[in-house]
C-alpha cells in the first residue's frame, strides 16, 4: 500500500516563504505525474502545479512566479517551494502522484495545513 506523507506546512505571515515535501512510503514505478493541489474552506480542490516524468510544468496562474516544484523520480519525492506567499494561499496542501498508463494509478498525501495570516 503507497502512502504519500507531506512535511513543511505551518503558519507564516504574507510575504513569507514555506517548502513543503512529499515521500512515497514505497518505490513507485512508471510515474506519469507529481503534483500539489490545495483546498480551501468551502471550496474545491484545485491543481496548484503539475510536472510530468520528462519535466513538463502545469502551474495555476496564481501561483506563476511564485510558487517552484522539483521532483526526483528516483526517490519519488516532490517539494513545493512557495515564496511571496498571501492570504488567499491559505488552505491544506495535498500532494498526489500518478502512475501507470496514462497516470491511472493515482496516490494522495493525507494533506498539510498552510496558514497566511496578513
Known amino acids: 500500500q503507497v502512502q504519500l506523507v507531506e512535511s513543511g506546512g505551518g503558519l507564516v505571515q504574507a510575504g513569507g516563504s514555506l517548502r513543503l515535501s512529499c515521500a512515497a512510503s514505497i518505490r513507485i514505478f512508471g510515474i506519469y505525474a507529481m503534483g500539489w493541489y490545495r483546498q480551501a474552506p468551502g471550496k474545491q480542490r484545485e491543481l496548484v502545479v503539475a510536472?510530468?516524468?520528462?519535466?513538463?510544468?502545469n502551474y495555476a496562474d496564481s501561483v506563476k512566479g511564485r510558487f517552484t516544484i522539483s521532483r526526483d523520480n528516483a526517490k519519488n519525492t516532490v517539494s513545493l517551494q512557495m515564496d511571496s506567499l498571501k492570504p488567499e494561499d491559505t488552505a491544506v496542501y495535498y500532494c498526489?502522484?500518478?502512475?501507470?498508463?496514462?497516470?491511472?494509478?493515482?496516490?494522495w498525501g493525507q494533506g498539510t495545513q498552510v496558514t497566511v495570516s496578513s
Open positions: 498526489n502522484i500518478r502512475a501507470g498508463q496514462f497516470g491511472i494509478n493515482e496516490y
Open positions: 510536472i510530468t516524468s520528462g519535466g513538463i510544468t
